[in-house]
């Protein structure tokens, strides 16, 4: 059996761009930048602004002649977008939406209740917590084993999650 161990929390839950490779940080709006790439404006529901560099609060219209935004007879400058980050590829996403483990791995629950990585694909989690078994293996936690019909190997540990 291996044994697993705790997983890293994920600073900040980002939105992922249409392009489904940029993220911008929670609480943005994914907008096209004039390089064509994707850029994150720092309000929620933004309005993307056609020249490429700024953005509006929601409900407000853009004035790039300007540099500012209208609704009605509120004026308020254009917001500047900032560069996306591009996406953390591989990575496996627990159930919590909070912690992740690296690609290959399996997200398992310690006993704590928060998750760890178990470091194989699919693996089987055992009910003790602390360990996982290949996939297609039964974890023997009294015999810290795992086994398949006559095939028995240790149990892993859990890693910890990034």
């Known amino acids: ?4 161990q705790p997983s890293i929390k994920k600073q900040v839950r980002n939105i992922v761009c249409p392009d489904g490779q940029s993220e911008c940080p929670d609480k943005n709006t994914c907008c096209t930048l004039s390089s064509g790439q994707w850029g994150c ?5 933004a309005v993307c602004c056609s020249d490429g560099k700024h953005c509006c609060p929601s409900g407000y219209t853009c004035d790039t002649s300007d540099g500012t935004c209208i609704k009605s007879t509120s004026i308020v400058p254009m917001l500047t ?8 590829v591989g990575n496996v996403e627990c159930d919590d939406g909070t912690s992740e483990c690296p690609d290959g791995n399996t997200c398992c629950k310690l006993p704590s209740g928060e998750y760890g990585c178990c470091p194989l694909p699919n693996a089987a989690c055992c009910n003790d917590g602390h360990h996982c078994c290949p996939s297609g293996y039964t974890c023997d936690t009294s015999k810290g084993t795992c086994t398949r019909l006559t095939s ?8 910890p999650s990034i």
């Not at 977008?81 to 953390?88: N, R």
């Open 41 to 45: 404006c720092p309000e929620v529901n």
């Open 81 to 88: 977008k900032q560069p996306s980050i591009t996406k953390q």
């Open 1 to 4: 059996m291996v044994t697993k």
């Open 152 to 159: 028995i190997v240790p149990m892993l540990t859990k890693q």
